[in-house]
């Protein structure tokens, strides 16, 4: 499985999570180490979505893929 695959299915498993408060995240690039997602729905405007980016995403793609070195949202 490629590197990229791996992040795909890491965000799959976490979406449900972050579904259940009414947010959602979706995959965007993968280049040089650095992840991009899109955050939606109330995680876009939600004041502790810093937390669930750095701390629930980007530990559980970090997990999956240990060359990923930062998750970052546009």
């Known amino acids: 499985m ?6 795909e299915k ?4 976490i ?4 579904q259940q ?3 959602d995240v979706s995959f965007v ?3 040089n180490g650095v992840v991009t997602v899109a955050l939606q729905g109330a ?6 979505s810093g937390i669930t980016l ?3 995403i980007e530990k559980q793609i970090q997990q999956a893929v240990p060359e990923v ?3 970052i949202a546009v």
């Not at 995680?43 to 502790?48: A, D």
């Open 21 to 23: 408060d009414g947010g």
């Open 54 to 56: 750095k701390m629930g």
């Open 69 to 71: 070195t930062e998750v």
């Open 15 to 18: 979406r449900p999570l972050i």
């Open 43 to 48: 995680c876009e405007h939600c004041p502790i």
């Open 2 to 7: 490629s590197a990229l695959e791996k992040i």
């Open 10 to 13: 890491a965000i799959q498993e």
């Open 29 to 31: 690039s993968y280049d």
